[in-house]
């Protein structure tokens, strides 16, 4: 059984900074693809960043280019830094994780991980 864990968020003004980091826990010496999606009431879960099994290569959605940053300390962990926030960035957000396929794909749909943390709040004031 492998479990997400998500830690970091809160409350912050506009253009404060936030880091969130998850691991994904259960399987020993398992690399993982790795993703960070949010959601808002009455909205459907969208891609933040995501990143492959290798860590090499990430994707960001274009709302957050230039001021998010995906990455990977440990094959299992995965953070995301959150600069220059504003209010549109307010969202739970949800760690992702999946332990299938080739090390160099990154996954952007949400149907791509198997894995689910239970989700960390992030609140941006104007």
Do not use: H
């Amino acid at each position: 059984q492998v479990q997400v864990e998500e830690s970091g968020g809160g409350l912050v003004q506009a253009g404060g900074s936030l880091r969130l980091s998850c691991s994904a826990s259960g399987r020993t010496f398992t690399a993982y693809a790795m993703a960070w999606f949010r959601q808002t009431p009455g909205n459907e879960r969208e891609l933040v960043a995501a990143i492959s099994k290798s860590g090499r290569r990430t994707e960001y959605a274009d709302s957050v280019k230039g001021r998010f940053s995906i990455g990977k300390d440990q094959p299992n962990t995965v953070y995301l830094r959150l600069n220059a926030l504003k209010p549109e960035d307010t969202a739970v957000y949800y760690c992702a994780a999946d332990s299938t396929g080739v090390i160099w794909v990154v996954r952007t749909a949400v149907e791509e991980y198997a894995y689910w943390g239970q989700g960390t709040q992030v609140t941006v004031s104007s």
